[in-house]
Structure formats: structure tokens, C-alpha cells
């Protein structure tokens, strides 16, 4: 079946950093895209960066642009999210999701078809 399984997330101080790993089974990352989305106490889901194995395309929310990085390991079938400059505003559940590639990229939630049970990142003030 398929399965994504994030980890990496903690309790970190302004101005710190955080590796999340976003690791698939059931399928290869090499056809599909993957997003990460994180959901604050009393919000919505927001995208917050994607992969996409169809051309390399990448995003980044201007919220997080310059401080985030999203990577692809194909060997491990895993995607990772390497956040520095952390900000108290970055709290909330990180989920990674996938979906097929294709030539049209989208970091609307309800384009994703699989989900990732989710990992607290916790930015103190």
C-alpha cells in the first residue's frame, strides 16, 4: 500500500533549524510530486514547498522562501525540508504529500492524493 511517513519534527528556539524527512513506501518518488503543507493551532492547510520528478520544478511559499529547502533522495525514496531562521509563525503540524507528475504543478491541498500522518514543529517565542 502506499504509505508516506514524516519525521524530524521538535521544540526549537527562533533562529534554529529543523530537518523533516518525508519517507514513501508503495511507490517510487520518481512519478509523482511531493508537497509539504503545514496546518497552525486554528488555520487551514498551507502549502508550504513542492518537488515535482516530472521536471524538477520546485516552490517555495514567499512566507518561507530563503529559508526552506526542499530536496529529493531517489535512493532512499525520500524528500526532505531543511528549515533555518526558524520563526515562532512556522509552528504548527508539517504533513508531505504526493501526487502524480505532471506537466501542471499545484500546492492546493485537495490536489494531493496521499498523506503523511503529520510531525509537530514547535518554534518557541
Known amino acids: 500500500q502506499v504509505q508516506l511517513v514524516e519525521s524530524g519534527g521538535g521544540l526549537v528556539q527562533p533562529g534554529g533549524s529543523l530537518r523533516l524527512s518525508c519517507a514513501a513506501s508503495?511507490?517510487?518518488?520518481?512519478?509523482?510530486?511531493i508537497g509539504w503543507f503545514r496546518q497552525a493551532p486554528g488555520k487551514g492547510r498551507e502549502g508550504v514547498s513542492y518537488?515535482?520528478?516530472?521536471?524538477?520544478?520546485?516552490y517555495y511559499a514567499e512566507s518561507v522562501k530563503g529559508r526552506f529547502t526542499i530536496s529529493r533522495d531517489s535512493g532512499k525514496n525520500t524528500v526532505y525540508l531543511q528549515m533555518n531562521s526558524l520563526k515562532p509563525e512556522d509552528t504548527g503540524v508539517y504533513y508531505c504529500?504526493?501526487?502524480?507528475?505532471?506537466?501542471?504543478?499545484?500546492?492546493?491541498?485537495?490536489?494531493?492524493?496521499?498523506w503523511g500522518q503529520g510531525t509537530q514543529v514547535t518554534v518557541s517565542s
Open positions: 508503495g511507490f517510487t518518488l520518481d512519478y509523482y510530486a
Open positions: 504529500a504526493a501526487r502524480p507528475a505532471g506537466e501542471e504543478h499545484t500546492i492546493v491541498a485537495s490536489d494531493y492524493d496521499y
Open positions: 518537488i515535482s520528478s516530472y521536471d524538477g520544478s520546485i
